[in-house]
């Protein structure tokens, strides 16, 4: 199994990022899917996962949204509303729950 995310980079306060984490080696139609990440001295959180529906942090929602498209074999994190706080490396994960992890993309949001 293989996850490549992208999309991070420099945004200002209240912009909008999308992320995009492709998902090779698995049916990933079959499986649910999320998107973790950590802040520098912080541990590891959940942000985001898909299962039949959709669950969020608490720090979160509202603002990201979550989905997939089977197709393309892609999850993705809509996040607008960006805060400052929100600044992380971002990782997708694939099955749910599994040891098989995106390499991080980072967000950084300047105030």
């Known amino acids: 199994v293989q996850l490549q995310a992208f999309g991070g980079g420099l945004v200002q306060a209240g912009g909008s990022l999308r992320l995009s984490c492709a998902v090779s080696g698995i049916v990933f139609s079959i499986y649910a899917g999320g998107w973790f990440r950590q802040a520098p001295g912080k541990q590891r959180e959940l942000v985001a996962i898909?299962?039949?529906?959709?669950s969020y942090a608490d720090s979160v929602k509202g603002r990201f949204t979550i989905s997939r498209d089977n197709a393309k074999n892609t999850v993705y994190l809509q996040m607008n509303s960006l805060k400052p706080e929100d600044t992380a490396v971002y990782y997708c994960?694939?099955?749910?729950?599994?040891?098989?992890w995106g390499q991080g993309t980072l967000v950084t949001v300047s105030s």
């Open positions: 898909m299962l039949s529906s959709t």
């Open positions: 994960n694939a099955p749910l729950w599994s040891n098989h």
